[in-house]
């Protein structure tokens, strides 16, 4: 019995260092990122990326944050987006979800087969731009940035993954009591989807936070650039700096332009936020995770 508790105790901490392990690899390039951010860019290139730097320098975040009121123009345009467009598109997707999810859909199939043709086969990058600038007059205009995306596939499969679980005599037994279609999906389906809508709405909050193609396709207006946008007009301008030396004239000394920190200050100023909010749903994405697992 003694020998069996001691395996046990040692397969555990074999367990907690695996993870332990993994989980630093997961966060040193992360640590990284931040300390190259805050490197100078002399130490980079003479010594390399290094955990911990010799000096803090802030030169990129102030190359960066020259116009704070850009910067924070593009931080709110994005946010709007993303909370905007998750909201709408999460609604949407379970819609579409708890349709094709119903086995009393006459034309539950073909609404599947219709939302799978579109995981397989795009119309184009042509005529999405026709559609959207001439059709749909969104150019220049924040709904440019939210409608293209509402509704994905892949999140609208993953939706009904879950709801397909739900027992069906309960949305019966709602119907015995009175309430219409709309009620059963507001006051039944959407409390006990918690976890899955947490799960897809972090994907679409992501994919909306980092989406920069569609502000390059239909977006002009200086007031409405979002932020991954703005920072890759931004990586654009240092390399082209970093690359023409020569032709640049004047009092700019470029032997000491953080270009390498740079990109690692852009990274952190894109990635903090959502970093910050990941933890806060961190519990129902785990859970809609491991929802309609097999159990034993």
């Keep these: 019995m003694l020998a069996v508790s001691r395996k046990a105790r040692v397969a555990q901490a074999g367990i907690n260092l695996f993870f332990l392990v993994l989980s630093a690899a997961f966060v040193l390039p992360l640590l990284l ?51 905007v467009g998750t909201v709408m598109g999460l609604l949407m997707t379970t819609m579409v979800a708890f349709a094709i999810s119903r086995r009393d859909y006459r ?38 940035l939210i409608i293209p995306s509402l509704i994905s596939p892949f999140n609208v499969m993953i939706m009904k993954g879950f709801l397909e679980k739900i027992p069906s005599d309960i949305f019966e037994s709602g119907k015995m009591d009175g309430a219409s279609e709309w009620s059963i999906f507001c006051r039944m389906v959407l409390p006990l989807s918690t976890p899955a809508l947490a799960t897809v709405g972090l994907f679409i909050s992501f994919q909306y936070w980092n989406d920069w193609w569609l502000g390059l396709l239909f977006i002009n207006e200086q007031s409405l650039v979002p932020l991954q946008l703005l920072l890759y007009r931004i990586m654009s ?23 390498l920190s740079a990109r690692m200050a852009m990274a952190v100023l894109a990635a903090g936020p959502m970093m910050l909010v990941f933890p806060f749903f961190q519990r129902f994405f785990v859970a809609g995770l491991t929802v309609g697992s097999v159990k034993s």
């Design 107 to 144: 034309y539950r199939r073909a609404t599947t087969l219709y939302v799978v043709f579109t995981m397989l086969f795009s119309g184009g990058l042509v005529p999405f731009y026709i559609l959207v600038t001439q059709y749909l007059n969104l150019k220049d205009t924040i709904w440019a």
């Design 33 to 83: 990122v931040i300390a190259i951010s805050l490197t100078e860019e002399q130490e980079l290139l003479s010594r390399g990326y290094q955990l911990i730097p010799e000096r803090l320098d802030f030169a990129a975040y102030r190359i960066i944050l020259q116009s704070p009121g850009q910067l924070l123009r593009a931080y709110g345009v994005t946010v709007t987006v993303t909370v």
């Design 237 to 259: 301008t240092i390399e082209f700096l970093t690359n023409n030396i020569g032709m640049i004239q004047g009092n700019l000394d470029m032997s000491q332009f953080p270009s």
